[in-house]
């Protein structure tokens, strides 16, 4: 990936439980997105978290961002089958447009 | 709500041969980016456009063109195309130069070249 690093690369966990998934990125931003993705799928957008921001919620997604670490995570609460996908952080660089994205997590809810 | 249109959804193409995709933004977004997804791999950027201008671009290859016209919609060409091309194409579109807001992203078309 040309930036970002997701980790773990998979995870499996049982339906109810949480599931976090970190991501860091090399460059000052703008804003970092979090996105879904269905095996094969289009992107799903998840929530936006401004570089001003340290903290934001949706739904059962509550998303960090670290900016003197250059790190963020999502975490997903009562994890349903339905949440099984692949996440993908994309960070947008100051003064940039394009999106970078990291390699991504593989998230496995096993019911 | 509107979302991001793309067509075609599936396109199969021999070596050497061209293809066009295209974009159609959701309404008032003037901004349109094009990613290419690689087997297993995360999306990686290849060329924007801001109210018909092209205003970033990446690792896009000088075989691949693309436009935006005056309704908003965008065409990425495809010629010479390699079995390496195969991949999924997605369009994304934003409202503003800078893409500070969301970017939203289309279903995206499966090139598959054989």
């Known amino acids: 990936s040309q930036q970002g690093e997701e980790d773990p690369q998979a995870l499996s966990i049982q339906e109810g439980e949480n599931a976090t998934m970190n991501c860091s990125y090399k460059?000052?931003?703008?804003?970092l997105q979090w996105y879904r993705q269905n095996s094969g799928r289009g992107l799903v957008h998840l929530i936006l978290?401004?570089?001003?921001?340290r903290e934001k919620h949706s739904g059962r997604l509550r998303v960090t961002l670290d900016t003197s670490k250059k790190s963020s995570s999502l975490l997903i609460t009562a994890s349903r089958a339905a949440d099984t996908a692949s996440y993908f952080c994309?960070?947008?660089?100051?003064?940039?447009?394009?999106?970078?994205f990291g390699q991504g997590t593989r998230l496995t809810i096993n019911p | 709500a509107a979302g991001v249109i793309q067509s075609p959804r599936h396109l199969i193409k021999e070596k050497r041969e061209t293809a066009t995709l295209k974009c159609y933004p959701i309404?008032?977004?003037?901004?349109v980016y094009w990613y290419q997804q690689g087997p297993g791999q995360d999306p990686q950027f290849l060329i924007s456009?801001?109210?018909?201008?092209?205003?970033d671009k990446g690792s896009i290859p000088d075989r691949f063109s693309a436009q935006q016209f005056s309704d908003y919609h965008s065409e990425l060409n495809m010629s010479s195309l390699e079995l390496g091309d195969s991949a999924l194409y997605f369009c994304?579109?934003?409202?503003?130069?800078?893409?500070?807001?969301?970017?939203?992203f289309g279903p995206g078309t499966r090139l598959t070249v054989l």
């Open positions: 994304a579109s934003s409202l503003g130069l800078w893409g500070t807001d969301t970017q939203y």
């Open positions: 460059t000052s931003i703008n804003n």
């Open positions: 978290i401004r570089s001003n921001e």
């Open positions: 994309a960070s947008l660089r100051q003064g940039a447009q394009k999106l970078v």
């Open positions: 309404p008032r977004h003037d901004t």
């Open positions: 456009f801001y109210e018909k201008m092209q205003s």
